[in-house]
């Protein structure tokens, strides 16, 4: 981690993120993705606003797909959201697959910091 900002189209999970809350639905992640809801969040965000502010010095420890929280097995819903937010927004992402096949998407969007 660095004490840097960035701005552009970043990704920022979803239990750790902030906005402006600006009470508009057209804000609001559509349910097909509901396993990647923060992806689609940080999308909605970049087209208002034509930026995302991650700042690197803050972040969480976690342990991913285990007993409790999100559950272990979401193979089927990760499926799901990937293929609405590919087609939705074709210009901004695109498949992407963890060694053991889950599908995920990645960002095409290049930023320049």
Known sequence: MSDKYKT???????????Y???HDENLYPDLLSESKED???CILFYLKDKNVL??????????????????K???EKNKIAQEYLVNKYPDLCKKHFRKD?????????????
């Open 20 to 22: 402006i809350n600006r």
């Open 39 to 41: 992806y689609e969040q």
């Open 73 to 75: 097995n979401r193979f």
């Open 8 to 18: 552009g189209l970043y990704f920022l999970i979803g239990v750790f993120h902030g």
């Open 54 to 71: 991650k700042v690197d010095y803050l972040a969480f420890k976690t342990k991913y797909n285990t007993v409790g929280g999100l559950g």
């Open 101 to 113: 096949g889950t599908p995920e998407i990645k960002f095409k969007i290049k930023n320049k910091n």
